[in-house]
């Protein structure tokens, strides 16, 4: 079956390190991929999508390609910050519309 | 507040116990989801529905879950003769089919712990 699996964590980083996150897919069609970050007292929100092979999504700084012939999709920012502090997960949503995530990575940025 | 809303924020209950969660959507949103993300994982798809109907259940975790959206808008969870397996976090989300379908808005959880 479809299922996504991410890079263990947690990631600790110092304010305006560069970021990867890694993420691959498997899946039987062609799905879109999301990445979701759970900020610490907060619901999972969106930060990112991508929904055919090379596209890139792209918010507050964050990036990710999709990668078909890798089947990953890497999280990556240039320089973060410590509002960048939280749970990020990796998803796939396949043609049916049923959505698997990743297990997550916590990340910590540190002054 | 027009986002994704869940009721009780937390549960707790006795083993053997049912309970039942609520979701309202945001209110133009005619899809609906369930989810349970246990400690350390990520959220664990249960079912959705399109409206009304409920397009997907064959993940429910057992027969002892079931899920409702009787008249298209809010949705319960309903989970019967509680273990403690079941102590999760119970998430909802939802998205509109007519415009960004796969952009799912997710609710705060409501926190189940069996005990």
Known sequence: GDSVTQMEGPVTLSEEAFLTINCTYTATGYPSLFWYVQYPGEGLQLLLKATKADDKG????????????????????????????????????DPGNQFYFGTGTSLTVIP | DTGVSQDPRHKITKRGQNV????????EHNRLYWYRQTLGQGPEFLTYFQNEAQ??????????????????????LEIQRTEQGDSAMYLCASSADYFAADIQYFGAGTRLSVL
């Open chain 1, 58 to 93: 792209s918010n507050k700084g964050f990036e990710a390609t999709y990668r078909k012939e890798t089947t990953s999709f890497h999280l990556e920012k240039g320089s973060v910050q410590v509002s960048d502090s939280a749970v990020y997960f990796c998803a796939l949503s």
């Open chain 2, 20 to 27: 039942t969660f609520r979701c309202d959507p945001i209110s």
């Open chain 2, 55 to 76: 397009l997907e259940k064959s993940r429910l975790l057992s027969d002892r879950f079931s899920a409702e959206r009787p008249k298209g808008s809010f949705s319960t």
